[in-house]
């Protein structure tokens, strides 16, 4: 079982980068985020560094001011499932909304990913925050923020009883008998719900790992109640320690009030490193990085937690907007939050705000010790359980793992190698009964 004292690691596949000007970068290759060599290359690196997890973002709707990266990459499942064969170990979580996807084909889409892999699947589970995805869809209208949070959940039922659908020994098989199938250990979830009307059984037996990882990133009030309910993981996104020592404190104890044990319940803050040979180095990257960001390509980036808000018809130079709330209220709306409290806390302007926003200044610009005594403290404080890592410039990944890996190896607080073969090994999470046989060995004992 994996160990408490030490921290978990996720790296996110993002291709040529998240920013709007990432692909711009002298050494960044601009086919990145559709090139399979390139994928390969970097989930190979994270596991030779004992990566717990590779994670691949998604969303589904664009316009021409989206990010290069949104604009034109793999979806997650195809990516992942080609990744599981030439890698052996690490984690593999794709991001798949609930809003937008049958829970048949997710639970089904999934568990293949789980048996392919041999257990290492995670699903993040988000809800879609552009109201545009409706149309991708034969929707006429994007749901309510709440009533997206309370779709989630029945949806997550839904798929976790279909992964139920198969107790262990149900398939026989037995060529001397003809009996393949043991009709008592097949069960049909027949839910009826709000949303979701689900017969089951599901057409694949239960996969390596029971149920496959759960991932989540609630920040908002109908957020957190999702994420302490059912998330085994959760993304967070902070720019200081004490505000995620308080987030991570809120939610454990929302996963005890809700009968959960909190120390199955990770919290994994996004961090983007910049790591140079001196201090002066690091900080040159960090600049460099920030320098090709315009302030176009901030004010689009600044747009997304408010439904892809166009913020150029606003005056650079005047105080932020706040007017535009009601924009993020349907959409980030914890992301849009940050940002107005922000803005009104420090009296920035427009053109402030959106730098701040677009090429933020974290706690992890420095040497390879700064950038591992960063990560430590913040894990020691009780800020985190580990990290989503997100690479900062080309080739910064292998950098981390040359560097930043090994001082954490030797401080202790990373593992040397794997534990166990799957991600729920590796993450330390106990293996879930089968809901029908825990039903049966009750019945049985009384
Ligand atoms: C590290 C991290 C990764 C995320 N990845 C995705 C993603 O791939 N797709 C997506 O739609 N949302 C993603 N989100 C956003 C969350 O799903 C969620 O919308 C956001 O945290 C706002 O939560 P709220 O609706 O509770 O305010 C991510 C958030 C974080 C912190």
Redesign the pocket.
């Known amino acids: 079982m994996a160990r408490r004292d030490q921290l978990k690691l996720g790296f ?1 596949l993002h291709g040529v980068g998240p920013g709007w000007a990432d692909w711009r970068h002298p050494d960044a290759q601009i086919d990145a985020s559709t090139n399979w060599s390139f994928y390969k290359h970097q989930a190979q690196v994270a596991e030779a560094g004992k990566f717990d997890f590779l994670f691949v ?3 589904l709707f664009i316009t021409a001011d989206s990010s290069p990266h949104y604009l034109n990459r793999f979806e997650p499942l195809t990516i992942l499932s080609a990744l599981a064969g030439a890698t052996s170990r690490i984690g593999l979580v794709a ?1 798949v ?1 609930a809003t937008y996807t049958e829970p048949f084909n997710l639970a089904r889409q999934f568990s293949s990913l789980d048996h392919i892999s041999g257990g290492r699947a995670g699903w ?1 589970v ?4 552009l109201d545009g995805t409706a149309a991708n869809f034969s929707k006429t209208k994007h749901l309510e ?1 709440d009533v997206r949070y309370r779709l989630a959940g029945e949806h997550l039922d839904v798929v976790q009883g279909l992964w139920d659908s198969w107790e262990d020994g149900a398939l026989i098989a037995d060529k001397e008998t003809g009996v393949f199938v043991d009709p008592d250990r097949l069960h049909a979830l027949n839910h009826r719900g709000e949303f979701f009307q689900v017969q089951g059984p599901l057409n694949i037996k239960r996969s390596p790992q029971g149920q496959p990882v759960i991932f ?5 009030e ?3 109640a999702f994420a302490s309910g059912r998330a085994d993981a959760i ?3 902070f720019d200081e320690p004490g505000a995620a020592v308080a987030y991570r404190t809120d939610l454990r104890a929302r996963a005890a009030a809700r009968g959960r044990d909190p120390d199955e319940v990770l919290i994994l803050p ?1 961090v983007r490193p910049v790591i140079g040979a001196t201090e002066a180095e690091a900080e040159a990257r960090y600049l460099e990085l920030a320098g090709l960001t315009s302030i176009e390509n901030a004010l689009s980036a600044l747009g997304r937690p408010f439904n892809d808000h166009d913020f150029r018809v606003y005056d650079l130079d005047a105080p932020f907007p706040q007017e535009v709330a009601e924009h993020g209220a349907n959409s ?4 849009a939050e940050r940002v107005l409290k922000l803005a009104r806390d420090q009296g920035l302007t427009l053109r402030e705000t959106a730098q701040r926003f677009a090429t933020p200044r974290s706690h992890f610009v420095g040497t390879p010790i700064q950038v591992a005594d960063a990560l430590q403290h913040w894990f020691e404080a009780g800020a985190a359980d580990g990290y ?1 890592l997100f690479e900062s410039l080309p080739g910064q990944l292998e950098t981390f793992v040359e560097t930043v890996v090994p001082i954490l190896q030797q401080r202790g607080v990373y593992r040397r190698d794997y534990e166990g073969t799957t991600l729920r090994e590796h993450l330390g999470l106990p293996f879930p009964e089968n809901r029908y046989t825990a039903a049966r060995t009750l019945l049985a004992a009384e």
């Open positions: 996110i973002a998604d969303s991001t909304t993040n988000v809800t879609s925050w923020h989540q990133a609630g920040a908002s109908d957020g957190k993304f967070i996104h996004g980030n709306q914890s992301a989503i």
